[in-house]
């Protein structure tokens, strides 16, 4: 969310995401990757777009890779390929907005299937789904040019995070036949929250963590009203302050307490299949509404940093039907420095 916890309403503060940005300092590694993207040259049916990606060690000592959301190395539907289309146009996501633990935490705490262990030489292929994560439809039919961020984070044997930036090879592919168009389902509210493959422990966590939800956006709309000026608070994490910047916070909370208010009412999945290593939750930005909930999410304390609370509200900002936000990056010394320096995109990323 917007405010530090131990300031104002135990609010923790707001964050973006698009390449992790670690709590401490990444030291760049001369160890080299390299990531090749493969597939069909022509494809008939977009909704059956699958591409390799190929990422080979081509350096002279092993490497444990972390498998974050927007890498290679996770099949997760998120937004991690560069493609240019006809006209240089670009397909929508349509993809997840995944909450993440970090790249620091997981460096620290993860389990082995958090990672990808590449000894020199060793090579390995995955399989991308690419219609699960990108609707077509707005770029058209025609000639596609389909590459990947190429970003890796390496620990080394103390834990320490090192960034890799892997030389990649883009592929290119014609897309011809029907495009179906993106019908994501109608809003389904009802009265109370339902709930999908949940315990009823697990139903009384999410009851709880709705309640705080409520309040942390209430308490936030009223401290925002009564502020019109510059304070430390709004200056650490939107940057200088200006009215229509001090606008365009209010109206995410605002628009997230409209609909927010009814986080009572939204469908709530537990430990869906696209759960991955250090994910707390996503949901579908066109889907309003759903939330899925991960493994990160149950360990996380009921309020506070990185809280059950708190996920319901950066994901719920991330619905189109609310404030539409996008992430940029994580961690708290990141959000510092993005509003220090680019304060326009700290104030339209995602709320936690």
Known sequence: MFFKLSALVKLSCVTFLVIPVTAGPVTPDVSTLSVVVSGPDTVTDAKNLHLNVTVTNTGQRSLKLINYP????????????????????SP??????????????????????AFTVLAAGQSVVLTHDLSKGYNFKNSGLGKYTIDTLGSFYHVDDSKRVVSIKATTKSHQLML???????????????????????????????????????????????YINNHTVATPRFTTWFGA???????TV????????????????WKYTCNPSNCQPGYFAYVYREIYGEVYLCGA??????????????????????????????????????SRELARTDPDRAISVGIR
């Open 250 to 265: 209010l109206s995410h909370f605002n628009s997230l307490a409209r609909r927010g208010n009814e986080f009572t009412a």
């Open 241 to 247: 302050f200006q009215n229509a910047r001090h606008t």
């Open 70 to 89: 927007w890498s290679p190395l996770s099949t997760s539907p998120t937004d991690s390929f560069l493609i240019s289309g006809p006209n240089q146009v």
């Open 176 to 222: 011809n036949g029907n495009i179906p168009a993106f019908d994501p389902s109608p809003d389904m509210l009802t009265e109370f929250a339902t709930f999908v493959n949940c315990t009823p422990a697990q139903q009384n966590q999410i009851n709880q963590a709705i309640n705080a939800a409520r309040g942390y956006v209430a308490e936030s709309i009223r």
């Open 92 to 113: 929508d996501f349509s993809g997840i907005a995944v909450k993440y633990a970090g790249i620091d935490y997981v460096a620290a705490k993860g389990q082995d299937d």
């Open 297 to 334: 999410f149950w360990r996380a304390p009921a309020s506070g940093t990185d809280s059950q609370a708190g996920t319901l509200v950066h994901e719920g900002t991330h619905f189109s039907a609310t404030a539409n936000t996008d992430d940029i990056a994580y961690g708290q010394p990141a």
